[in-house]
């Protein structure tokens, strides 16, 4: 069956600002005049067309908060040798216009009239529709218990780094743990390594308070941590799963 949002028109797409999040992500924020306003955790896609007819299409989840602002805003992860993500990254300017569809997807989302306890993880960009769903929170005020435990390769490789530091200080913020995988700075007082069932065991929200919880990143990463957490007891309808293997061109 179709995701549902695939049926949605192509919408023309103004890229109205650029910022760098590290070395190899930034962040692009598009005007949409036609754009139809999304929930957290919902993604779009877009399609580039070559002169010769070429089309590549691929999904990113939506960054900015939920609501009907036409501002909307993706972060994108550098890929190695990929179609996609080394043109958004090197050969968008400012004033540009692309197509793209959305939103998408009716399952990876959270409702900001939840009171019910939130545990967010991600592995690298898989951050990006958490950070809609904390930006979001913290629009509505929401202060149920939210925790986010947050898997980089290195401290140079965190995404949103500053706004989750504020976010986590402000009254009623989440409580964000951050692990690196690869190399820790001297000093550091977070966790070390990957996401495993005694990370999970030290972070997580307890599974007797039934938490919703959100897992994205890459495929081995969600599948890993999904059955983590059912070891830990959390129940299969609470853990909401979103992975960014690759897209494909399928439309
Ligand atoms: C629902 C959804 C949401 C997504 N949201 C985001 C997002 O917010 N930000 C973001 O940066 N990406 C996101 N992605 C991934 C994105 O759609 C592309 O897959 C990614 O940008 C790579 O595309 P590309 O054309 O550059 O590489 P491709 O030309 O598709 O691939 C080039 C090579 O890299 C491998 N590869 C492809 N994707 C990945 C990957 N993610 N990690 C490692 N290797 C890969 C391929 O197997 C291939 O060997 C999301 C994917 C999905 C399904």
């Given amino acids: 069956m179709p995701e549902p949002g695939t049926g949605l028109p192509w919408l023309i797409a103004t890229v109205s600002d650029l910022r760098s999040e590290t070395a190899t992500a930034k962040t692009i924020l598009f005007n949409v005049p ?10 779009l896609d877009i399609r580039l067309t070559a002169e010769d007819g070429y089309v590549a299409q691929r999904s990113f989840s939506l960054a ?20 996609v993500s080394p043109f958004l990254l090197e050969e968008l300017r400012v004033g540009d216009q692309i197509e793209l569809r959305g ?9 900001p009239a939840s009171r019910r306890p939130l545990m967010l993880i991600a ?9 809609s769903i904390l930006r979001t929170r913290r629009i509505a005020g929401n202060d149920a218990e939210a925790r ?10 965190i995404l949103y780094a500053r706004e989750l530091d504020q976010m986590s200080a402000a009254p009623g913020g989440p409580a964000i743990v951050h692990t690196l995988t690869r190399t820790t700075p001297p000093g550091w007082t ?14 997580a929200i307890d599974a007797r308070e039934e938490p919703d919880i959100f897992v994205c990143g890459p495929t081995p990463f969600v599948e890993s941590v999904a059955d983590h957490l059912l070891s830990l007891g959390h129940a299969e309808p609470r853990i909401r799963t979103e992975r960014f293997g690759p897209t494909g061109d399928a439309a």
């Fill in 34 to 43: 036609d754009w139809p306003g999304h929930l957290a955790g919902q993604h």
């Fill in 123 to 131: 592995g690298g960009s898989g951050v990006v529709p958490l950070m």
């Fill in 190 to 203: 977070g966790e070390h390594g990957r996401v495993e069932r005694d990370m999970l065991a030290r972070h």
């Fill in 64 to 83: 900015s908060p939920a609501g009907n602002s036409p501002t909307v805003e993706i972060t994108v992860q550098y890929v190695r040798d990929g179609e």
């Fill in 103 to 111: 939103p998408i997807g009716g399952y990876f989302v959270w409702s």
């Fill in 148 to 157: 986010l435990l947050y898997s980089s390769r290195s401290v140079d490789q």
